[in-house]
C-alpha cells in the first residue's frame, strides 16, 4: 500500500469523465457522494487479507479519473460481493453494487475475467453452472429427492439476447463431442 | 384467513446450481422438516440458475433470468422460497428493481416474450430459514420439537445475502444485529454461541477468482467458530458450505491447522430436534467429523 501511494500519476492520462460514466452505470449512480471516509475498506473482508483490494482506493481511482488502470487490473473482481461495506457506507454508496458497475464496464471494454468467460459457456449449456445428469439423479434418488431435467434452451436464448453469449460460442459447444 | 394461511405455506421451491449437486443433504433436511411442518414445497423442473453468476459480466442479463425464473412461480400463483442465500439475493434484487422501475421491467418483459415469457412483478421471495421463522414462527416450531438438543453448542454463521443488502430484504432484520438464526438454534435446545465472525462473508464470492484469498477469508470463521469451542457450525447456504465445510480439510492443510469442526445446515439441527431419523437428514453427506457429531447429538439425547 504504502509503495502504491509514492506511485506517480500522471495528470494526462486521467479521463474526468469516468465518474460520470460509472455513475450512469446501474448500480454506480451514487459514486460522486464518496468523501473518502474508509468505512468500506475498514469494514472489506477480503481487504482484512489481501491488501490488493481496497474499495476506498478503487472509488478514489474512479473519482480521479484512472479509467485504464481500473478497467484493467485485475481487482475489480477481487470483490467477494458480501454488502458490509454497502450496509455501513455513512454516504450511502452502493459499493457493492457499484463494483458490479465497475465489472460490467470493464467486460464491455474487453477485460473480462477468464472464469466467467467458462461460466457463461457452461450457463448456456446447462442452464445451470453444475450440471445435472444420471450420475447426479441417481445419487438424488439415494436420497429420496426428486430428479431434475437439464433443459438449458430458455436461459442459452435469454443469453444470446442480452448480448453475452455469442452463437458461435453455442455452436462450438454443441459440436463438441459430448 | 384460512384460504391466505394456506397460501402463506405454500412455495415454488428454488434450488440453484449449488444445492441439487452440492447440498444434497441441504435440500433433503429442508423438505423433510418443511413436510413435518406442512409447508407445501413445489418443485418447478423449468427453474434454471439465479442470475447472480452472470451479474459481474451484464447486470441486465442477470436481472432477465431472475425475471424468467419470478416468471415461472408466476404462472403457478406461488411464491418462491431459497435454500441458496445467493439465489435469494438474485431473485429479491430483480424484484426490487422492478418495484423502482417499471420501465426495465418492460423492457425486461419484451425480451422474456422472446421464450414466451411475462413477469408481472408478484412473486416474493423469501429464504427457508427466514420462512420458518416469519411464517412458522418459533411458538409453533417449538411444537415439533421432540428430542430437545440440550447440552449442544454450535456456532451460528449467517453468511452475507440471508440479510443483506437489508434494502432489498425489506429490511426484515438488522443486518448488524440480527437474531432469527440464534433464536432458531436455541429452540432446537442447543445453546448458539456468540462469536466474532457470526456475520462474516465466507469468502465463496471470489473461489473463481482468487482461491487463496477466499480460503484465508474462510480460514477466519473456522478460527472464530473453534475458539469458542462449538461442537459444530451452523449455515443455511450451499456457497458458504463450500468454503466451511467441502474446503475445511484443504484450508486445514495449507495452514497448517487440525479443524475438524462438523459443519451442518440448520435444517439438519432443527430435524434432528424434531426426531426425524439421522440417515435421512442426508449426514452422511456431511464431510468433515458427521459420525463424532451424531454421537454427541446421541448422547445428549440419550440423557
Avoid at chain 1, 135 to 158: H, I, T, W, Y
Avoid at chain 2, 55 to 78: C, G, P
Avoid at chain 2, 199 to 221: F, H, P, R, V
Avoid at chain 2, 228 to 239: I, R
Wanted: hydrophobic share 40%.
Amino acid at each position: 500500500m504504502s509503495q502504491r501511494a509514492r506511485e506517480k500519476i500522471d495528470a494526462d492520462q486521467l479521463d474526468p469523465n469516468f465518474k460520470f460514466e460509472v455513475a450512469k452505470e446501474r448500480g454506480g449512480e451514487l459514486i460522486v457522494r464518496c468523501f473518502a471516509c474508509g468505512t468500506c475498506s475498514a469494514s472489506c473482508p477480503v481487504r482484512q487479507v489481501n491488501d490488493r483490494f481496497n474499495p476506498r482506493r478503487i472509488i478514489h481511482m474512479v473519482l480521479l479519473g484512472l479509467k485504464e488502470q481500473v478497467l484493467t487490473d485485475d481487482f475489480v473482481w477481487l470483490c467477494a460481493g458480501c454488502f458490509s461495506c454497502q450496509e455501513r457506507c455513512p454516504q450511502g454508496v452502493k459499493i457493492g453494487d457499484l463494483m458490479t458497475a465497475l465489472r460490467n464496464i470493464a467486460v464491455r471494454e474487453g477485460h473480462i475475467h477468464p472464469s466467467f468467460t467458462a461460466q457463461i459457456v457452461l450457463l448456456g449449456k446447462a442452464g445451470r453452472l453444475m450440471e445435472i445428469g444420471d450420475f447426479e439423479n441417481k445419487k438424488r434418488g439415494r436420497l429420496g429427492l426428486p430428479p431434475m431435467r437439464q433443459d438449458a434452451s430458455e436461459v442459452c436464448a435469454l443469453l444470446e439476447r442480452s448480448g453475452i453469449l455469442s452463437p458461435d460460442e453455442r455452436k462450438n459447444r454443441d459440436k463438441e463431442p459430448k | 384467513m384460512k384460504a391466505s394461511e394456506q397460501k402463506a405455506l405454500s412455495y415454488a421451491l428454488f434450488l440453484g446450481c449449488t444445492v441439487p449437486v452440492r447440498g444434497m443433504n441441504y435440500e433433503a433436511s429442508a423438505r423433510l422438516v418443511a413436510e413435518r411442518l406442512r409447508i407445501r414445497l413445489v418443485d418447478i423442473e423449468a427453474f434454471s440458475c439465479c442470475g447472480f453468476p452472470v451479474q459481474s459480466v451484464k447486470k441486465y442479463s442477470a436481472l432477465l433470468l431472475a425475471a424468467r425464473n419470478l416468471s415461472l412461480a408466476e404462472q403457478k400463483d406461488l411464491d418462491i422460497c431459497v435454500l441458496c442465500s445467493a439465489c435469494g439475493v438474485s431473485l429479491s434484487e430483480a424484484n426490487h428493481a422492478f418495484r423502482q422501475n417499471p420501465d426495465l421491467l418492460s423492457q425486461i418483459n419484451s425480451d422474456l416474450q422472446a421464450v414466451g415469457r411475462h413477469y408481472s412483478g408478484k412473486t416474493k421471495v423469501k429464504h427457508f430459514v427466514r420462512l420458518l421463522y416469519e411464517d412458522v414462527g418459533l411458538k409453533r416450531l417449538k411444537e415439533y420439537i421432540h428430542q430437545p438438543l440440550s447440552g449442544l453448542v454450535v456456532a451460528p454463521f449467517y453468511g452475507c445475502h440471508y440479510l443483506k443488502p437489508a434494502e432489498v430484504h425489506d429490511h426484515f432484520e438488522d443486518p448488524e444485529n440480527p437474531t432469527s438464526l440464534e433464536e432458531l438454534i436455541e429452540i432446537t435446545g442447543a445453546q448458539a454461541l456468540y462469536h466474532a465472525n457470526r456475520l462474516s462473508c465466507c469468502g465463496g464470492g471470489i473461489l473463481g477468482i482468487d482461491e487463496a484469498t477466499a480460503q484465508k477469508i474462510a480460514k477466519s470463521t473456522l478460527d472464530a467458530a473453534k475458539a469458542v469451542g462449538a461442537d459444530a457450525l451452523v449455515l443455511q447456504c450451499g456457497t458458504c458450505d463450500v468454503m466451511l465445510e467441502l474446503s475445511q480439510r484443504k484450508i486445514g492443510k495449507i495452514f497448517e491447522v487440525e479443524y475438524n469442526l462438523p459443519v451442518v445446515y440448520y435444517p439438519q439441527l432443527l430435524g434432528l430436534a424434531m426426531g426425524i431419523p439421522q440417515e435421512e437428514l442426508g449426514f452422511a453427506l456431511n464431510r468433515v467429523g458427521s459420525q463424532e457429531f451424531l454421537h454427541r447429538v446421541n448422547s445428549l439425547v440419550a440423557r
